[in-house]
Structures are given as structure tokens and as C-alpha cells.
């Protein structure tokens, strides 16, 4: 592999420079930790697979979201954050903040919706968008411009004074960066990336590092020899800054994953992780960095363990399907007598089990404040979480 002097090259397209500049790293420094190589494939500011354009999500691009099926799933998400609200008392500034909003398409319909069905909670309302990508935060400006007083395109919740409410994302955690893990001679490895064949690979079998062997105490095992999986360790600071962001609240994450039981299982020997260019699956994000969407399903139950130790109460953990049939009582209702076909068709796709309904899940986690135990209990039990680690 020929590595360039400079960074970007002043020729050629952003994905050989990206490899170009990840090779020129791993000359200079040896293979490193996926992770690493992960966030420059996606994240770099410049020539990132997120950073480059904005046409990644629907028909024309490499994968779909719920945002996808319309405007309906965000009117059912703003009439969760109004049912928070008035629970917490309606108070007079509260503040929602939506992490990986992409174009701003999600936010457009839950602020839509806001101000259609709540005049008050919609005028006491700040929008926050964390967006530290240029091309991004641009798109969002001009797609969210009707909401002038409203909205804030920001880069860092670490700045934001504390306001009650909540944060959340649809399909972002499976986007963090994640340790790419081996079982070898009976323990845990890791997988690092370095230079083979011209291009890019695996280079298995590095010990842990401390903070690596920490996240990893609590998974399952024996397994058999070679088999693979994933592990994120940057929860902890992600929840820590949108709590602070807030003092009081929810954390609400919607991804597809399992609980550990299920994510560990003995049968998933090559784990989740997945690649995604033009609607097709692919198992190898070595190939092409930048070009294609990286991801790797969310072990909830490390998420809700890593809430749990800040302080924080898981106090929901559902199926989409199940959770929006739910929010969604009072608008079917509402529509007995005059329904309106292709709200209800968005519906259906959201829940049911062989569309969306059941290949994502919904969890919550309550900042300050009181959860009700019944649900805390439920939640927990659905996690699997041990028993001397309950809040």
C-alpha cells in the first residue's frame, strides 16, 4: 500500500485518502484498536463516511431507519417527551436533546407535532442538536430553519447549563465505536487493525488493556476457540455528559441489540458486527474505509449496568413494536372516525414483528426523579441484570 506524504493528498477521492491516512498511522505506530480505526472511518470531520454528505439514510441510500416509514414514528416520540413533561410538573424551560440526528428529519417531525398538539410545552421548549460534524450541523440548520427560537445546533453537551428533560437517539449507538473481542486459549483477546496484502487486516490476539479487561469482567463464557464479538467502553462519558445536560430526566435510546444473554450466545460465534453500502449487508469494515456504515448491535445490558453506576435507573426496556403501541393509544383512538390510511400503514410498519416491531428496542433511563418500581423491576428482569446490581 502506497502511503502518501501529505493528509489529506491534494488528488484523488476522500476514500483512498482515508486509507492513505489510516495506513500512514499504522506505519507509524503498529496495528491499532478498532475503535480507533472505526471513528476515522465514519467520523473523520473531512472525508468520513458521516462527514462527506447527508444521502446515507432511505430508498437512495445504504440503509433504512424508522425516520424512514414518515413523520409518524417522530409524532409518537414527541408525545412521549409531552407525557414526560407534564408528568414532571410542566416545567417552564425544558430542553430535548437528540443525538445522531442526521439531516434533521426526525427532529423536524417531533418539533412538528410538539407545537400541533402543545402549544405551551412547545413555547417553553429548547431543541438541542449535538452535531459536531460541519456538513451535518449545516443540513440541520437549513431543514429546521422554520423553527427559528427553538432549535440549537451545538457540538459538546459538556457546555450546556443543566435543564430539565431528555436526550435521546434513534439508531446512534450502534454507530459508537466498539472493540473488536476474541476468545483464544480461554480468555478474552482483542482484535487490532494492521497492514496485510496491500490493504487492511485483522491482526487477532492482543492481550487487554486494563480498562478493556474491566468492561469485559461481567460477560459470559467459556466459548469455543476463535469466537468473536464486540464491546463498547465509552458509555460511561456519553450518559454522564447528557445527565449533567439535564440534572433531571430521561435518557432514551432506540437501537436494535439484545441483553447480554442473548447478545453473548453461544451460537452467534462471529458476533453482529456488519457493514452497509446500497442496502446490502456486508462482515468485512476493513474494506474501503468511508464508504460504507459500520456497525454492531447493542449489548443493553452493559448499557444499562454502565447507567446503574452513575446513578441512573433503567425504567424501561421494550420492543419498538410493543413501546409505540403504547404511546400510540390515544392517536388511534383519535382517528376511529376518520382514519387516515397512510398514518396507519406507518404504523404498522413501525410495529409489527416482521417489519420494525420487533428488530429494535427501546430503553429508558431515569435521570433524578423517581421511576415507577413495577416498571424498574420489569426493565431489570428484561436485562437480565444481576440481582446485588438492581438500583
Known sequence: MTVPNTYPPESGSAIPALTSALAARIVDAGPIPFPDFMATALYDPKLGY???????????????????????????????????????????????????????????????????????????????????????????????????????????????PPRPGIAFGNELLDALPFHVIEWRQGQWTECHVGLSDGGFGWVPGVALSAGLAAALKDLPGPFAEGYRSEVRSGYGSLLESLARALGEGLLLWIDYGFARPDYYSESRTNGTLRTFHRHQAGEDPLADPGLRDITAHVDFTHLAETAISLG????????????LT???????????????????????TLVHPSHLGARFHVIELTVGGNADPIEVSRACHRLALAPEIHP
Open 50 to 160: 458521516y462527514a462527506r454528505e447527508t444521502r446515507q439514510v432511505g430508498r437512495g441510500g445504504d440503509f433504512f431507519t424508522s425516520v424512514s416509514v414518515g413523520p409518524v414514528f417522530g409524532g409518537l416520540l414527541a408525545r412521549r417527551f409531552l407525557q414526560w413533561w407534564r408528568a414532571a410538573g410542566k416545567p417552564s424551560e425544558w430542553r430535548i436533546i437528540e443525538l445522531g440526528a442526521h439531516d434533521g428529519t426526525l427532529a423536524g417531525d417531533v418539533l412538528s407535532t410538539l407545537r400541533a398538539i402543545d402549544s405551551e410545552a412547545f413555547d417553553r421548549l429548547e431543541y438541542v442538536v449535538l452535531e459536531p460534524l460541519p456538513r451535518l450541523a449545516e443540513a440541520q440548520h437549513g431543514n429546521l430553519s422554520a423553527f427559528a427560537g427553538h432549535v440549537l445546533i451545538h457540538d459538546d453537551a459538556a457546555t450546556l
Open 312 to 323: 441512573m435507573t433503567p425504567s424501561c426496556f421494550s420492543d419498538q413494536g410493543s413501546w
Open 326 to 348: 403504547r404511546l400510540a393509544a390515544d392517536w388511534l383512538r383519535g382517528m376511529e372516525n376518520q382514519p387516515d390510511p397512510a398514518a396507519i400503514r406507518q404504523f404498522q
